[in-house]
C-alpha cells in the first residue's frame, strides 16, 4: 500500500515568487492536514481538508492557501514568498476527520527561498 | 487554548538503557494523544495512540506510553535504547468535540543514543 506522496522533495524559490506543493494521500484515505515545520516554532498546522472542503485553518497569512480534489489529492500554495517561509511543509492524510484517527505523513516538500 | 509540553529538547541515553521521554498536555476535557518520531529528513513516524480505553499503549518499535489523567501526562519509554532510536520525537494532541481535528505538536525531544 503506497504511502503519502508528497512532490517536489526539495524547492528553491527565490522571494517574490509563488510556489505550489503537491499531496496525494493513502487510497480511501478523505482527510489531508498540511503542516510548516521550521527550526524556530516547530510544527504548526496550517490547513486540513475533507472531502473537498477546508475544516479548519491554522493562524498564517491569506498567502498561504490549499484545496482538494475530488480523488482527496490535495495542494497548497504559498504567493509572494518571503525567506521566512523557507521550512518543511508536511501533508498528512486520514480516513476520517474524527478525532481517534492519527495522521499518516509524507516524506515532506523542503522549500528554500532566496 | 489545547498545548503539550515536551521537558528536555535533548536527551542522552547509553545504549541499553532507559529511555524515558516526557510529555505534559494541558486539557480540561479528555484529549487523544500521540506520540511520533522523525527521523532526519524524513517526515513523521507514527509511534502510539491513546485514544480511549487502556491507559498503557504499546507501539511499534518497543516503545509505550502511559496516560495519566491525573498529571495530565503521556511519557513515552523503552526499556532498552537502540542505535537505531536515535531521532527526534513529537508528543501531540488532539482534541475531542471541539469541531477542530489539528494536531497540536510539543517541541519535540531530540534523543542521542551512546554507544
Known amino acids: 500500500k503506497a504511502g503519502v506522496t508528497q512532490t517536489p522533495r526539495y524547492l528553491i524559490k527565490t522571494r517574490g515568487q509563488q510556489v505550489t506543493l503537491s499531496c496525494s494521500p493513502i487510497?480511501?484515505?478523505?482527510?489531508v492536514s498540511w503542516y510548516q515545520q521550521t527550526p524556530g516554532q516547530g510544527l504548526q498546522f496550517l490547513f486540513e481538508?475533507?472531502?473537498?472542503?477546508?475544516?479548519n485553518k491554522g493562524n498564517f497569512p491569506g498567502r498561504f492557501s490549499g484545496r482538494q480534489f475530488s480523488n482527496s489529492r490535495s495542494e497548497m500554495n504559498v504567493s509572494t514568498l518571503e525567506l521566512g517561509d523557507s521550512a518543511l511543509y508536511l501533508c498528512?492524510?486520514?480516513?476520517?476527520?474524527?478525532?481517534?484517527?492519527?495522521?499518516?505523513f509524507g516524506s515532506g516538500t523542503r522549500l528554500t527561498v532566496v | 487554548a489545547q498545548s503539550v509540553t515536551q521537558l528536555g529538547s535533548h536527551v542522552s541515553v547509553s545504549e541499553g538503557a532507559l529511555v524515558l521521554l516526557r510529555c505534559n498536555y494541558s486539557?480540561?476535557?479528555?484529549?487523544?494523544l500521540f506520540w511520533y518520531v522523525q527521523y532526519p529528513n524524513q517526515g513523521l513516524q507514527l509511534l502510539l495512540k491513546?485514544?480511549?480505553?487502556?491507559?498503557l499503549v504499546k507501539g511499534i518499535n518497543g516503545f509505550e506510553a502511559e496516560f495519566k489523567k491525573s498529571e495530565t501526562s503521556f511519557h513515552l519509554t523503552k526499556p532498552s535504547a537502540h542505535m537505531s532510536d536515535a531521532a527526534e520525537y513529537f508528543c501531540?494532541?488532539?482534541?475531542?468535540?471541539?469541531?477542530?481535528?489539528?494536531?497540536?505538536f510539543g517541541k519535540g525531544t531530540k534523543l542521542s543514543v551512546i554507544p
Open positions: 501531540a494532541v488532539k482534541y475531542s468535540g471541539a469541531g477542530s481535528y489539528q494536531l497540536t
Open positions: 498528512a492524510s486520514s480516513l476520517w476527520d474524527r478525532e481517534n484517527y492519527g495522521y499518516t
Open positions: 491513546y485514544t480511549t480505553g487502556a491507559t
Open positions: 487510497s480511501g484515505h478523505r482527510s
Open positions: 486539557s480540561s476535557v479528555p484529549p487523544y
Open positions: 481538508y475533507f472531502s473537498e472542503t477546508q475544516r
